[in-house]
């Protein structure tokens, strides 16, 4: 069941944003520990009910600016219980852009990594909403996305 809103603009763990695209879709994230935003495998020319965006796969998760909510840029739709998966935290890979070693960041921690532990991971950033709502219409569109092209692990 969604909790009422408190005070508008605040970034609450559990909210579900919808998330315009343009063109008349839009897509839905729900709102992580540790600034992170999980997008749901759910674009649409209708608004959706929460109960059908929530039992969506997830597409992908990553830290998103915080101002994509408190700008009012992503509507806040309610405020839902975060299933156990989605509660835990996340693993990302930093790479050292001057000697190239590799290191997994998790719940504030960071420790060294090989490249292999690395493989498959979202790279630790925070992404600006527009970026997101980039990498979100390349996907539907059937397109590398630049940004995430641009974060991949060298060599």
């Known amino acids: 069941m969604a909790t009422p809103r408190k005070k508008r603009g605040r ?10 695209l343009g063109q008349g879709y839009c897509s839905y994230g729900r709102v992580l520990d540790d600034a992170c935003v999980a997008f749901y495998d759910s ?14 796969p997830i597409l992908f998760q990553t830290g998103v600016m915080k101002y994509a909510l408190t700008s009012g840029r992503w509507q806040v739709l309610g405020n839902f219980h975060l299933d ?8 990302f890979f930093i790479q050292d ?6 290191s997994i960041y998790r ?10 532990e690395c493989r498959g ?23 590398k996305n630049k940004w995430v092209e641009s974060m991949l692990p060298r060599h």
């Open 11 to 20: 970034w609450r763990t559990g909210d579900l944003v919808r998330i315009d």
């Open 43 to 56: 674009r649409s020319k209708v608004e959706l009910k929460p109960e059908i965006i929530l039992a969506r």
């Open 84 to 91: 156990p998966s989605l509660a835990k935290p996340r693993k």
């Open 97 to 102: 852009p001057l000697n190239g070693s590799f």
């Open 107 to 116: 719940g504030g921690r960071i420790k060294p990594a090989t490249r292999s």
């Open 121 to 143: 991971l979202e790279c630790c950033a925070v992404w600006e909403p527009e970026h997101a709502e980039d990498r979100l219409r390349d996907h539907y569109a059937g397109r």
